[in-house]
C-alpha cells in the first residue's frame, strides 16, 4: 500500500483529502503541523508528501528542508500563494511538484500518481547510465551529478526530466510527451511546469544559463539535450 502523509491545517480539505486517498487504496496520514509532520514522516516513512505552505506552527518551506536533510521521499506542494517567487522557493528547498488552491482533486491525483511512479523508474544498464561533458557528469544508476568535482543537488522531479532528456540525447522531447512522463498530465496549458524546472536544471547545470548548451528549448515544440 502506498501511504501519503498529508500535511494541512484546514479540518474540510484534509478530511476531503483523506476520503479520496483511502477510495483508491491509498494509506493516509494527517497531520496538521510542521512538527507532528516531521514527527509522523520520521516514523511511518511515507511513499509521497502532501504539503501545505501555510502551517500553524512553521513555514512549509521549512518542513520541506528538514525533510530534504534525510529523505529523498516525493513532495507535492499544495499552497494559496501564487508569487512564483513563493514557488521557486519551495523547489529550491527540494519540493517536487506545486499544485495552487483551489485544485481539482483529479488533477491532484494525476500529480501523486507521477510522484509515486518516479520513484519506480526501472533500473539502468552500467554501461548507459554514465553521461559525461565538457562541464558535468551524471550518473543515472547512483542518481548523482557532479560538476567541477563537486556533487549537484537535484530533486526527484528534476532527475527524473533529466534522464528523460539525457537518455535520448539530440531527441526532441515534446512538451506534452515530458508533461505526460513527470507530471500525469498533457494539458498544454501546464507548460510553465517545465520552464520552471528547465531552468532550475540550467541553473545547477548549465556554466551560463542564459545560454543552454546542453539543454536546448525548441520554442513552442519540447526540449533536447545535446551531448
Known sequence: ??????VEDDPQLVRALVINLQARKYGVDPAPDGATALRLAAARRPDVVVLDLGLPDMDGVDVIRALRG???VPILVLSARRASDEKVAALDAGADDYVTKPFSMDE????????VRRTETAPLARETAMVTTDDFTIDLLAKRATRAGHDIRLTPTE?????????????????KHLLQEVWGVSQSNKTNYLRVYMAQLR???ETDPSHP????TEPGMGYRFEG
Open 203 to 205: 541553473r545547477k547545470l
Open 70 to 72: 534525510w529523505t529523498r
Open 159 to 175: 532527475w527524473h526530466l533529466l534522464e528523460i532528456l539525457v537518455t535520448s540525447p539530440g531527441r526532441l522531447i515534446t512538451q
Open 213 to 216: 548548451r546542453y539543454l536546448i
Open 1 to 6: 500500500m502506498t501511504r501519503v502523509l498529508v
Open 108 to 115: 491532484l491525483l494525476a500529480r501523486l500518481r507521477a510522484a
